[in-house]
C-alpha cells in the first residue's frame, strides 16, 4: 500500500516536509543499516507543515446534512454498535470537516464500549483514529484547504462516522506516499510505539525487552521498532500462526504463551539475567510474571489491560529489585502542537524509511464494526484493523 520511493532524502524532499540540514558526518556508518538511516535523519529535521498531498477538491455541502456512523447507547459487548444516521453540521472557527477515508481500530475503542473507561457521556460515537479528506475549512483558517488528506489520533473520540467535524490543530498531514488506510492503521498505534521506545524506555543497542501480545497491532510496531534500535526482542503470542508474524516483525524469540510458562522462558533466554524492560498490554494475566522477568532496575511499562486490571502491586515488591512502574498514556505525550508534529513526523519517516511496515491484515465495512470488535476482543487478529467507511468512494 506504500508506493516506493528512491532514497530517504527524496521522500522526505516532498511537498509535506520542510527540511533543514543540520551538521553531522555518517559516511563511516555502513550504508543501508538502520543506524545508517538514523544518522541520515539525525542531518535532517523534519517538521510536518500543514501542506498535505490533496485529491480534487470535493463539493462542500452548505449547512447540516446526515451521514451514517456507528453510536453507542449503552455499554457492552458489540451488539452495543449502532448503525445510525447523525447529523453534521459546518465547521467553525478553527475547524474542519472531514470525509473519512479509513478508521483504526484499537483496543482502548473496546474499552469505551465495554465501558471499563468511562465516555464523557451518553450516547457516543467510538473511535480515536482516522485518515480521510478535508471537505471544508472554518471561518478565516488559513493554511488548510479543501482537499487535503489528513489524519488524526486522540481525544475527542467521534471517528467511527462517514463525516466529523475535528479542531484543526489536531490533524496531521498524511505524506503523499502514504495512502489513507496505511495512515489510519499506524498513526495512533506508531505513536504509541514511539512514545514506548523512545520516552518511557529509550531502547538502545544491547538492551533485552519483552512485548507481550507481539503481534498485535501496537505489539507488532514495537518490535520492529526496538529490534531496529539493536535490541535483543522477546515476544508473547497465543498461536504458531502469530510466532511467525512476530519473528518477521523482529522477534529473536518467540513465546506461546498457552503452551509455556513466559516467566520460565524469559530466565532461559536471559541465563536468568532478566530483561530490561517489558511492554505489556494484557495486564491481569501477566502482570505480576512480567515483574518477575524483569532484571534489577528494570522497567515496567503498562499500557493496557485487555485481560482485566492487574491486581494492586505493594511498593515493597517493586523494591526488591529496584524497579521502574510506569502507566503512560500517549496523550501526554502529544498534548502540545508541536508535540503532536515531531512524534507524527517520526512515525511517518520510519514508515517510509522501511523501519516501521504497519500490517493492515483484517479490513471491515464501517456498518461492521461489530463483527470488528468481536474478532478483535477474541484475540483472532494480528496487525492492525480497519474500518473502511461504506460511502467512501
Known amino acids: 500500500m506504500i508506493k516506493q520511493l528512491g532514497g530517504l532524502s ?12 543540520l551538521a553531522g558526518d555518517s559516511s563511516s556508518i555502513p550504508p543501508n543499516s538502520y543506524h545508517h538511516r538514523i544518522a541520515a535523519k539525525k542531518k535532517i529535521e523534519v517538521r510536518l507543515t500543514l501542506r498535505a498531498h490533496s485529491t480534487s477538491p470535493e463539493a462542500v455541502s452548505s449547512g447540516s446534512r446526515m451521514v451514517k456512523a456507528i453510536r453507542v447507547h449503552e455499554t457492552g459487548g458489540p451488539e452495543v454498535l449502532k448503525w445510525e444516521d447523525i447529523e453534521v453540521g459546518e465547521p467553525k472557527e478553527g475547524e474542519i470537516k472531514v470525509k473519512n477515508q479509513a478508521i483504526g481500530l484499537n483496543f482502548i475503542d473496546v474499552q469505551f464500549r465495554r465501558g471499563s473507561y468511562k465516555a464523557v457521556a451518553l450516547p457516543f460515537t467510538p473511535g480515536m483514529e482516522a485518515a480521510g479528506v478535508v471537505t471544508a475549512i472554518g471561518p478565516g483558517l488559513t493554511g488548510r484547504k479543501v482537499g487535503d488528506i489528513v489524519a488524526y489520533a486522540g481525544h475527542p473520540m467521534g471517528a467511527y462516522a462517514e463525516e466529523q467535524i475535528l479542531t484543526a490543530n489536531k490533524v496531521v498531514p498524511v505524506p503523499p506516499s502514504i495512502d489513507s488506510i496505511t495512515a489510519a492503521c499506524v498513526l495512533l498505534k506508531g505513536m504509541t510505539a514511539h512514545m514506548l521506545v523512545r520516552s518511557c524506555f529509550k531502547v538502545e543497542p544491547g538492551h533485552t525487552v519483552l512485548v507481550h501480545a507481539a503481534a498485535g497491532g501496537v505489539g507488532s510496531l514495537v518490535c520492529q521498532w526496538a529490534n531496529a534500535l539493536g535490541a535483543t526482542v522477546i515476544g508473547t503470542v ?36 532478566g530483561v530490561d524492560v517489558v511492554y505489556d ?10 515483574l518477575e522477568c524483569l532484571k534489577v532496575r528494570g522497567y515496567m511499562v503498562c499500557l493496557g489491560q485487555a485481560s482485566g486490571a492487574p491486581d494492586p502491586v505493594p511498593l515493597p515488591a517493586l523494591g526488591a529489585k529496584s524497579l521502574f512502574l510506569t502507566r503512560p498514556t500517549l496523550f501526554h ?35 461492521q ?13 494480528s496487525g492492525s484493523v480497519v474500518l473502511i467507511p ?3 468512494d
Not at 281 to 290: A, E, I, L, N, P
Request: proline fraction near 3%.
Open 238 to 273: 497465543s498461536t504458531k500462526e502469530k510466532a511467525a508474524q512476530a519473528r518477521e516483525d523482529g522477534c529473536h524469540h518467540t513465546i506461546l504463551y498457552k503452551e509455556e510458562n513466559f516467566v520460565s522462558r524469559v530466565n532461559e533466554i536471559t541465563s536468568g539475567k
Open 10 to 21: 527524496s521522500r522526505l524532499s516532498s511537498p509535506v516536509f520542510q527540511i533543514r540540514q
Open 333 to 367: 505525550y502529544i498534548a502540545t502542537r508541536d508535540d503532536l508534529l515531531e512524534c507524527a513526523g517520526e512515525v511517518f519517516a520510519n514508515v517510509l524509511s522501511g523501519v516501521l511496515r504497519p500490517r493492515v491484515n483484517h479490513t471491515f465495512p464501517l456498518s
Open 390 to 392: 461504506d460511502n467512501k
Open 281 to 290: 498490554s494484557v495486564g491481569k494475566d501477566t502482570f505480576q510474571g512480567s
Open 369 to 381: 464494526a461489530a463483527q470488528a470488535h468481536a474478532i478483535l476482543e477474541s484475540r483472532q487478529t
